[in-house]
């Protein structure tokens, strides 16, 4: 790795840890998450000892409790990750940052890996409010939180990976979109609205289910293995695991590299 590189990495990561805006979002994931979480925990492990039997089998419970990490709380990482770069464009410190570097292509090189890191930070978060409540309560009903199942450790490791990725995907639209309030707008109302709506219409037909698979929410949803959305909606498994992850580092690269074509070569004044 060049001087340069690591350079741009420390002082992106200068960046990070001077603002209050990683915190505030990173509790505000926790209690969200855990509530979520807990609530699922409380409300299925409950109904599992009914006289209809359990709504999910209890084999399946844990892991889809513990993906509220990310089936709710992906929306956070990709948010600070657009963030951290329109704020760049909001108060214009790209300009001493590019006369202290020059090399633009290396600059946004380090915030992408920085952002990556700050990612995994928030999927860890994240998998330990879900798994804290999520797995205090299953125990409490007589549900087994499967935590030495070898597969709820591949299913963690996904999980950070895929939080990771939706911070590159991120920066990746924060470079496309420099507009701060734009960007907030579409990580918004995308994350929340439009695909949830088009994914509950592509179930309809089997053309369009597999069309869906690709959208960034249901790419992620089959790289962590386990999420609340398919378990409800009785959507089929999608994609392998590592074909959501390619889905997702395309998502990010595309957006980085049209981002890097645009916006990011013109003067910051």
Same mark, same amino acid.
């Given at each position: ?44 492990g409950g109904l599992g000892g009914g006289a209809n ?31 951290a770069v329109t704020s760049e464009f909001r108060f ?25 890191? &700050?990612? @995994?930070?928030?999927? #860890?978060? =994240? ?9 205090? !309560?299953? $125990?409490? +009903? ?38 701060? &309030?734009? @960007?907030?707008?579409? #990580?918004? =109302? ?9 994914? !509950?219409? $592509?179930? +309809? ?46 998502? =990010? ?10 916006s990011w070569r013109r003067d910051v004044s």
């Amino acid at each position: 790795m060049s001087a340069g590189y690591l350079g741009a990495v420390r002082s992106e990561f200068t960046k990070v840890r001077t603002t209050r805006l990683w915190w505030v979002l990173l509790v505000i994931m926790a209690a969200y998450v855990g509530l979520c979480a807990g609530g699922m925990a409380g409300i299925l492990g409950g109904l599992g000892g009914g006289a209809n039997g359990p709504v999910i089998p209890d084999a399946q419970l844990p892991l889809l409790v513990y993906s509220f990490a990310t089936s709710v709380g992906y929306v956070f990482p990709v948010l600070f990750g657009a963030l951290a770069v329109t704020s760049e464009f909001r108060f214009q410190s790209l300009t001493p940052t590019f006369l202290a570097n020059p090399r633009r292509g290396v600059v946004l090189g380090g915030k992408a890996t920085t952002l990556l890191i &700050v990612g @995994a930070l928030f999927g #860890v978060v =994240a998998l330990i409010a879900s798994i804290g409540l999520g797995a205090s !309560l299953l $125990a409490a +009903f007589g549900i087994d939180p499967l935590l030495g199942d070898p597969e709820t450790w591949a299913f963690i490791g996904r999980s950070v990976l895929a939080m990771a990725l939706w911070s590159a995907i991120g920066v990746g639209l924060g470079v496309l979109v420099p507009s701060q &309030v734009a @960007a907030i707008v579409i #990580v918004l =109302a995308f994350t929340q609205f439009v695909e949830p709506l088009l994914r !509950l219409a $592509a179930s +309809f037909t089997d053309w369009s289910a597999q069309v869906a698979q690709f959208l960034p929410g249901a790419a992620s949803d089959s790289l962590v293995g386990a999420s609340i959305y398919t378990a409800m909606s009785g959507a089929s498994a999608g994609l392998d695991w590592w074909q959501g992850g390619l889905v997702l580092v395309a998502y =990010a690269a595309i957006a980085t590299l049209i981002g890097f074509l645009t916006s990011w070569r013109r003067d910051v004044s």
